[in-house]
């Protein structure tokens, strides 16, 4: 093969370009400031996960979790539902659509044998599944709550004479926040908590008036307990127990274990055994009204516990409440 040496002369080369004019539409001519995705998919997260901005199988050992992270570092809390949880109570109320039964107007208990909670028409209180607080940084939604309110009256009665039948002390602990949730009606100074049915032979009960809560016994007259003003001022829930015994009485009342108040107070001499027909959000003293409460969790215990039992309980409850950070 024979390779030819050869030299072009000069090419003329004609380019044209044809320019098409648009005109933008007006809703385009003044776009707001941020990111706008081209293009956009969705997938299943139980299928997929996405890494490097690609989705791929879930790998072995994935751990997933759902929250909600807002602009001030808010968090939706993941926690186990109440009604997964186990106390020491001898009987434990939880507020839940499958224990409280709105046309038989009962509160059946979640742990223990008892006598439902009881009520009327005229006194009910009502259950709420969407109530929501925060502690924090982390956002409760969708809890359930018993909600007393003094404006419609609403309390509700119990026999506990096969718990603790002729008892002479006995513990009472609550997660509540002192709150309705359609306000708390001012002209009420003093709002009743618990009691017995009757003010005959030996009793104490509990009311909540400026910001604590006191207690009556047969024996003495009205003393102030623990303070919770902070948390009537808030919806998140507020830890309490009432630790009734004579010839004293202690009050436990916060926020967590952590910020735990309590009070001694004098309930006189050892009498007869105490009554065990009870009032929830309310008392036989006829100057105080009905109790302004969410209520999330009861527990009744036989026995006086001690300080250290007591935190405990505070310590479990919190692990699906919060106030435990």
């Given amino acids: 093969m024979v390779v030819q040496s050869a030299k072009t002369g000069l090419v003329d080369v004609t380019l044209q370009a044809r320019v098409k004019a648009n005109v933008l539409p007006p809703r385009l001519l003044n776009v707001p400031g941020g990111l706008y995705p081209m293009m956009s998919s969705a997938w299943e997260v139980d299928e997929y996960r996405i890494m490097a901005g690609w989705p791929v199988p879930v790998p072995d050992g994935d751990i997933r979790a759902e929250v909600l992270v807002s602009g001030d570092g808010t968090v939706l809390g993941n926690r186990d539902a109440p009604t997964s949880l186990t106390t020491n109570a001898a009987v434990r109320w939880c507020a839940d659509t499958n224990y409280y039964d709105q046309t038989a107007l009962q509160w059946t208990p979640i742990q223990g044998q008892s006598s439902p909670w009881q009520t009327n028409p005229d006194n009910e209180p009502t259950l709420y599944t969407d109530y929501e607080y925060r502690i924090n940084d982390e956002r409760f939604i969708d809890m359930t709550v018993l909600n007393f309110d003094s404006d419609t009256a609403g309390y509700m009665t119990c026999n506990l004479d096969l718990v603790m039948g002729g008892t002479s002390g006995y513990t009472v602990i609550m997660v509540l926040s ?148």
């Fill in 178 to 325: 002192p709150n309705s949730l359609y306000g708390n009606d001012p002209n009420t100074i003093e709002n009743g908590l618990w009691g017995p049915d009757t003010l005959d032979g030996a009793y104490a009960y509990f009311t909540v008036k400026v910001q604590a809560i006191f207690m009556t016994t047969d024996k003495m007259r009205s003393q102030k307990g623990v303070p919770i003003g902070d948390a009537l001022s808030s919806t998140a829930p507020t830890y309490v127990a009432l630790v009734v015994d004579r010839p004293q009485t202690v009050l436990y009342a916060g926020p967590g274990p952590s910020k735990i108040l309590s009070k001694s107070l004098v309930a006189g001499p050892t009498p007869e055994p105490l009554g065990t027909h009870f009032w929830l959000g309310n008392t036989p003293n006829p100057e105080a009204g009905t109790m302004d409460m969410a209520l999330l969790d009861l527990g009744i215990y036989p026995n006086t516990l001690k300080r250290s039992a007591v935190m405990a309980e505070f310590s479990l409850l919190s692990q699906v409440y919060g106030g435990d950070g």
